[in-house]
C-alpha cells in the first residue's frame, strides 16, 4: 500500500517519526497548508476559505478584485459558527487594515451586532482561531443547554397553582440557578 492511498486521519494515527520517513507524501493536507506560505492577500484567502469549507462551514467572501460598493471596509471572510457571525481580515504579514476598515471592525463588534472580527495573517493563524472558536463555542452551548434545563424545571415550579412565591423569590430562584452552572453567569435577572 502506498502511503498517499492513505487519508489525513489515517496519516495522524500514525507516529510523527513514521510519517517523516515518507517524507512530503507523510504529510497531512492541513500541515502543508499550514507550512505554505501566501504570497498574496487573494492566496491567503483562498486557503483560508479552503480551510473553513473543509471544517464544515460555509463561508462568504467579500470581492477582492476591485472595491465593494455594499459595504465599504468589511472584512474579506464571513461565516458563522454555533450561531456567532465571525469576520476574518485578512492581511499578509507586516500589512495592517485601513482606518475604515478598522472602523468597520468595530461597528461589526459593538452591539446589536457582537460579531468576532478578528485580523488573520497566516494559515495557521487561522486555523488556531477557528479551533478557539469550535472550543469555546462548544462550552457555552453546553452551559446554556444547563442553564435551559434548570429554567424549565423552575418554569413548571412557578406554573403549579399552589404556588406561592413572590416576584423577588422567583428572580432569585432565578439568579441561583444561573449560578449554579459551573459558575458561569452571564446574566442576571431583577425583579
Same mark, same amino acid.
Given at each position: 500500500m502506498d502511503i498517499r492511498d492513505l487519508t489525513d486521519k489515517q496519516k495522524l494515527m500514525m507516529s510523527t517519526k513514521d510519517r517523516k520517513s515518507f517524507g512530503k507524501s507523510g504529510v497531512t493536507y492541513d500541515e502543508a497548508e499550514a507550512g505554505a506560505v501566501a504570497k *498574496?492577500?487573494?492566496? !491567503?484567502?483562498?486557503? !483560508?476559505? *479552503? !480551510? !473553513?469549507? =473543509? =471544517?464544515?462551514? =460555509?463561508? =462568504?467572501m467579500q470581492p477582492t478584485r476591485k472595491r465593494s460598493q455594499i459595504a465599504p471596509g468589511m472584512p474579506d471572510i464571513a461565516f458563522e459558527i454555533h450561531g456567532l457571525s465571525v469576520h476574518w481580515e485578512v492581511k499578509l504579514p507586516g500589512k495592517n487594515p485601513t482606518p475604515q476598515q478598522y472602523k468597520c471592525h468595530r461597528e461589526l463588534e459593538a452591539a446589536p451586532n457582537g460579531a468576532i472580527v478578528r485580523v488573520i495573517r497566516s494559515y495557521r493563524e487561522g486555523l488556531d482561531h477557528l479551533a478557539e472558536l469550535e472550543d469555546s463555542t462548544l462550552t457555552v452551548t453546553a452551559t446554556l443547554a444547563q442553564q435551559l434545563a434548570a429554567a424549565r424545571g423552575l418554569l413548571s415550579k412557578i406554573r403549579d397553582p399552589f404556588c406561592r412565591m413572590t416576584r423577588g423569590q422567583v428572580c432569585e430562584e432565578i439568579n441561583q440557578v444561573l449560578a449554579d452552572t459551573d459558575g458561569k453567569k452571564p446574566l442576571a435577572i431583577s425583579g
Open positions: *498574496s492577500e487573494m492566496e !491567503l484567502q483562498g486557503q !483560508l476559505y *479552503s !480551510l !473553513l469549507y =473543509r =471544517r464544515g462551514h =460555509r463561508p =462568504r
